[in-house]
């Protein structure tokens, strides 16, 4: 975007439509919603909100799509992945300026979203030729082997807070698999889901491959989990939104997959190099405002560096910058929204009237919510029970490692994890002991890599994703052949 467009974008707002059959279309009812800059409240775009007609056309779309796609050659495919990429590349900076004015990203957050995505469609490439099948030992004249096919019309559903990443890795699985897809982006950041639509259709993606559809998500959801044409549903949000799409996708036999909240543990023993786990922790409690779903949202410290590690903590997030993202130096970007700032202050106040402490933070300035480090959390208070999705880092101090561990798992959640020791066998008894789907020693809970398996347990929901086979579950059906060599015998 130049300065002019740049300027002219601030003061009329950007106008989106839907995304459908390779075309920009209004919503049949003509009906859109507004969307607003959380740092500045301005009205940064207007979006066609689709209605059940609109839905029904996406999803009409991409059964033919899904044809397109499958008959386009394999190396057109893996093609398409690199030129998508590339695209992206040169778009990068649009990309990041949208991202900034409707999630409220800093700048370095939406540039290492941007550059993230690129390293997803160029992962993706290698998985259109990698998908396998199996040969298994038939009677005496039979073969028998199994392929799996994609499984044709495929929904995504995707939250605010990482809308680029998490919208682009289900849609490129999903292509990378053969499927067609219908994108509902969420409803506070739909501009950049449509602006995907865009730049796949011009990296040449067959018309109908990929539709976007923006709109209200239970009226959304509800006719896709229940659309015969729909075969499988990927879903990342909030665990009670999640529970909610799962009842009626259950009810029609569709195979779905849910990414939901966490209360991710980072567990510091008192081997660990202290300096380096803050540091850490300190990047993922409060990276793009905590609003992340693998952030360090409880932080176990055993008893003897507890004092150490809490003040080294509070001296880390003090200093970061809190601020307009647009700045390179910004740190922390405003709240989505003023309900999620109001959510994050009242688990923080709830949990201080029940005895926890605040240390730093803990005084909201809206749009903004400074880093907040909270000590003396114990369970059953909201902070050490509740996802914040918020800039807080809740502390609560462990007698022992074994006690650390039982306040690990002592969460309806089961996402991410850090533990941070140098001792070996502390460290792979907390790797096989947690109860989550991914942790990380000496490392960030908020990692990810294309080809590892992404997803939780409990109520942080199952099914992977990832490249290399844990997406081939959700994202393809398996087919079973066989082959009579000669006339085998029958009954009658
Ligand atoms: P929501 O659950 O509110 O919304 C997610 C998406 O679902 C949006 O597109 C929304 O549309 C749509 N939606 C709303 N109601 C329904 C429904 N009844 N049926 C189907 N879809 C519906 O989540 P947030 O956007 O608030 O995202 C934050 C949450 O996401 C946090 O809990 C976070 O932990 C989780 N998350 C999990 C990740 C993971 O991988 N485990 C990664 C990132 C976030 P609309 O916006 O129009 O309401």
Not at 390 to 402: L, S
Not at 474 to 486: L, N, P, R, S, Y
């Amino acid at each position: 975007m130049t300065a002019a467009t740049m300027q002219e974008s601030q003061r009329s707002p950007r106008m989106e439509n839907l995304f459908i059959d390779g075309q920009s279309r209004p919503s049949v009812s003509g009906e859109t919603f507004d969307v607003f800059n959380p740092a500045t409240g301005e009205l940064y775009a207007r979006v066609a909100k689709a209605g059940a007609e609109d839905a029904n056309a996406a999803v009409a779309a991409a059964k033919v799509g899904a044809r397109r796609w499958q008959e386009t050659p394999l190396a057109e495919r893996e093609a398409f992945f690199w030129k998508a990429a590339k695209a992206l590349q040169e778009k990068g900076e649009e990309f990041v300026d949208s991202l900034i004015q409707e999630s409220g990203s800093t700048l370095t957050k939406a540039r290492s979203e941007v550059k993230k995505s690129m390293d997803i469609l160029r992962a993706a490439a290698g998985e259109v030729r990698r998908i396998e099948g199996a040969t298994s030992p038939g009677q005496v004249g039979k073969w028998s082997f199994s392929i799996r096919q994609p499984v044709g019309v495929f929904v995504a559903i995707t939250p605010w807070n990482v809308p680029l990443a998490i919208s682009l890795k289900k849609v490129t699985l999903a292509l990378a698999h053969g499927n067609a897809v219908v994108l509902k982006p969420a409803s506070y950041t739909p501009v950049v889901g449509v602006m995907m639509g865009h730049l796949f259709h011009e990296a040449g993606l067959p018309a109908g491959a990929l539709n976007v559809v923006t709109g209200p998500g239970k009226l959304l959801g509800d006719i896709f989990a229940t659309h015969p044409d729909v075969k499988a549903i990927s879903f990342t949000g909030e665990t009670v939104t999640g529970k909610a799409l799962a009842a009626v996708a259950a009810s029609h036999l569709k195979k779905f997959s849910l990414e939901l909240g966490g209360k991710n543990p980072a567990i510091v023993l008192a081997d660990a190099d202290l300096e380096y786990a803050v540091q850490a922790i300190t990047f993922a409690a409060f990276h793009h405002q905590g609003q992340n779903c693998m952030s360090v949202d409880r932080v176990i410290i055993e008893e003897p560096v507890h004092d150490q590690v809490v003040n080294e903590l509070v001296k880390r997030a003090s200093a970061l910058k809190v601020g307009d993202p647009r700045l390179p130096e910004t740190h922390l970007g405003p709240m989505v929204h003023r309900t999620q700032l109001e959510a994050v202050h009242r688990l923080v106040q709830s949990s201080v009237a029940a005895g926890a402490r605040v240390l730093c933070g803990g005084q909201p300035s809206p749009p903004y919510y400074p880093p907040t480090v909270v000590v003396d959390v114990q369970p059953g208070m909201p902070l050490f029970e509740e996802e914040t999705f918020g800039p807080v880092a809740p502390v609560i101090k462990a007698r022992d490692a074994n006690h650390a561990l039982e306040l690990a798992n002592n969460s309806r959640y089961g996402l991410a994890a850090a533990v941070f020791t140098r001792d070996l066998d502390r460290a792979f008894t907390f790797a096989g002991r947690l109860e989550v789907g991914m942790v990380h020693i000496n490392d960030a809970t908020i990692y990810t890599e294309t080809n590892a398996p992404f997803g939780g347990v409990k109520e942080s929901g199952f099914g992977r994703e990832g490249l290399g086979g844990w997406s081939w579950e959700e994202m393809t059906e398996a087919k079973w052949i066989t082959f009579q060599v000669g006339k085998k015998g029958f009954p009658f």
